[in-house]
């Protein structure tokens, strides 16, 4: 089975940085497409950033020129580096993987204050 643990969540004011991982148990993660989404209270979840297992990425326009996804194969982590950030960033950040079938983390809260 494959289970996904989100950190890096947390409070930051607007314009501050913040860097989310992902780490993921089972031996499939080298193979796997990883995801991040987020989802703020009353609005649908949204794909925030993907980077395949060659390395590939690519990101949702609201979010482009500011954040970066990453991926460590020999720690099993996906990262994502935010900066610029704004108060319309603040959401629950999950942590998806996607190998045959998806896989989901419990989400990271991040909170940007104005």
């Known amino acids: 089975q494959v289970q996904l643990v989100e950190s890096g969540g947390g409070l930051v004011q607007a314009g501050g940085s913040l860097r989310l991982s992902c780490v993921a148990s089972g031996s499939i993660f080298n193979l796997a497409v990883m995801v991040w989404y987020r989802q703020a209270p009353g609005k649908e979840r949204e794909l925030v950033a993907r980077?395949?297992?060659?390395?590939?990425?690519n990101y949702a326009d609201s979010v482009k020129g500011r954040f970066t996804i990453s991926r460590d194969d020999a720690k099993n982590t996906v990262y994502l580096e935010m900066n610029s950030l704004k108060p319309e960033d603040t959401a629950v950040y999950y942590c998806?993987?996607?190998?045959?079938?998806?896989?989901w983390g419990k989400g990271t809260l991040v909170t940007v204050s104005s």
């Open positions: 998806n993987l996607v190998y045959w079938k998806q896989y």
């Open positions: 980077i395949t297992s060659e390395g590939s990425s």
